[in-house]
């Protein structure tokens, strides 16, 4: 397994170890023990995963309170994964980090609590696979514009499809303070 830092301290990008056989492949998509040593949550408590066609771009969603960490990765097609620090006081405040996560590369993005995180399907279509380490608690989450200009993410889609609620999403600047997450050090 090879993981390496991002663009933020915190969100990082891995590489498990890939068993290649005459069958086919095999590889460990979360080991507990493993994990804990890169910092990630011992404990994930929902699975869940979503299939979009190309084009679709679901965020930037944080949760707050009940902040959920995520270790995100494809198992069908390709997308391009976004994580935002949304913690106020954080050094990193409103900065990102992109990583571009498919079923070939077979890399995953880890997306501490405290980040809103959003991704946008590149390939015809996409199975996404992601781990929380807080159940899903409706009306805690929040939608963050995906093209806010202070953000300013490099979407490979100008024109993508969103659901209602990510058409209504707010800039960063437009949450009041004791909607998000704040930075702990
Ligand atoms: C996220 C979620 C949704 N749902 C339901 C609510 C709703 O009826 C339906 C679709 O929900 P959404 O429109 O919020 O799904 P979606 O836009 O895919 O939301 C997801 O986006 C990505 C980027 C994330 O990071 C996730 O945390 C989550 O916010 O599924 C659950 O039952 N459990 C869940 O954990």
Redesign the pocket.
Known sequence: MHTTETTLPGVRLIEPTVFGDERGFFLETWHQARYAELGLPECFV?D?L?YSRRGVL??L?FQHPHD?G?LIYVLQGEVFDVAVDIRVGSPSFGRTAVAVLSADNRRQFYIPPGFA???CVTSESALVA?K?SEF?A?GT?ASLLWNDPDLAIDWPERAPEL?A??RAALPLHAFPRERLPVYVG
Do not use: L, T, V
Request: aromatic share 16%; net charge positive; with cysteine.
């Open positions: 929902q869940n979503s679901r965020g969603h959920q995520k995180h959003g991704y992601y929380c899903y409706p989450e659901s609620k990510d």
